[in-house]
């Protein structure tokens, strides 16, 4: 059977998690304290993915199970310097090139 | 008519979209020769990103479908995957609830962790909802270039041996954390960010990533809401 098909029950399950909080709020009066959790959910998920994608290995096994590891590499700096640019010159895209250079350079060196 | 004060935050979003592009574009190459290298025609891997249009989902399927496992656990991890969004959902829920429902409808379909990223960012900035930032973030800057890169990765994939080594495995984790640099303007924000990520890494070496990065962002604020101090200040959208 075409892959198709299993692209589409992929989006079935997904579809879900992503509209269900946005389709069924009608009104724009939150309360403060709900407020104040979702404003900071912002900065957490983002810096979670961040850490997750940088430190952490998935390898599937033979028989499909996700193992997680512990990685140490030069992501780790070249995530670090993005920080530490954006902080400091408010420009995303010039952390990001840092970042891929830094790895690319690491590889090419045969360090990482 | 648009104030010069809105001109100037959306040229800003622009600006933090070349990265979300870059990262998009990045990962939908990879995506793209990977789902080659699997067998995926140029039909089955563009469908994927059109109708799924979730990364981490996809690179999973690509390994499922190659290692000959179940659509049924393919579908499962998807959905397990993918459960994250429903916090960015419910994040940007309070900025466009007086949308028309057949517009948030559209919006959920394209809602990704980089459309998230730059949205909620450029809302805080304009202080209130801006839908051009949400099109441009989620189609201009990511649905677009994913889905371009992912039929360039099919198409030349074969001709290039190691992608990674290229450094774009690292596209991805530098654009979220600098954009969680910009959401962090303040000790809570900056507490949250913290506690999110140690949680994240914590829960997901024990348990499983997907797993993890949905305690991050559920926990991170908890503590951060728990700090003694002055009660946040929160502008309504």
């Not at chain 2, 992608?163 to 969680?180: I, K, T």
């Amino acid at each position: 059977m075409s892959l198709v098909a299993l692209a589409f029950l992929m989006a079935l399950v997904t579809y879900p998690s992503r509209a269900l909080p946005l389709l069924l709020v009608r009104s724009a009066r939150f309360p403060a304290p709900l407020l104040a959790y979702l404003r900071l959910v912002g900065p957490a998920v983002l810096a979670a993915l961040a850490a997750v994608n940088t430190v952490v290995l998935v390898e599937t096994a033979a028989d499909g199970r996700r193992i997680a590891s512990f990685h140490v590499g030069v992501e780790w700096i070249a995530v670090l310097v993005c920080v530490a640019l954006v902080a400091w010159r408010k420009n995303l895209f010039l952390g990001i090139a840092a970042a891929v250079l830094i790895v690319a350079l690491a590889r090419a060196g045969g360090v990482a | 008519m648009i104030d010069s004060t809105l001109s100037a935050h959306r040229r800003q979003l622009v600006v933090d979209g070349i990265g979300i592009v870059v990262s998009a574009a990045g990962f939908g190459f990879v995506y793209g020769v990977a789902a080659g290298a699997a067998g995926f025609s140029l039909v089955d891997a563009s469908a994927m990103s059109v109708i799924v249009f979730g990364g981490a989902a996809q690179f999973a399927a690509v390994g499922y479908v190659a290692g000959g496992f179940s659509w049924l656990g393919i579908v499962l991890l998807t959905a397990f995957l993918n459960a994250r969004h429903v916090l960015y959902s419910a994040a940007l829920a309070p900025w466009l609830a007086d949308r028309p429902l057949a517009e948030r409808a559209v919006m959920a379909h394209l809602l990704t962790d980089e459309a998230f990223a730059l949205s909620v960012t450029h809302f805080r900035r304009v202080g209130r909802a801006d839908t051009w930032g949400y099109w441009f973030a989620a189609i201009g800057a990511t649905f677009i270039p994913w889905n371009l890169a992912t039929i360039a990765g099919v198409f030349v994939g074969g001709a290039i041996p190691d992608p990674s080594r290229f450094g774009l495995g690292v596209v991805f984790p530098a654009a979220m954390a600098g954009l969680a640099v910009g959401l962090a303007t303040g000790r809570r924000e900056i507490v949250a960010a913290v506690v999110g990520a140690v949680l994240g890494v914590a829960i997901s070496l024990a348990w499983d990533p997907a797993i993890g990065i949905i305690a991050g962002g559920l926990g991170g604020p908890l503590v951060a809401l728990a700090l003694p101090g002055t009660p946040m200040r929160v502008r309504l959208p």
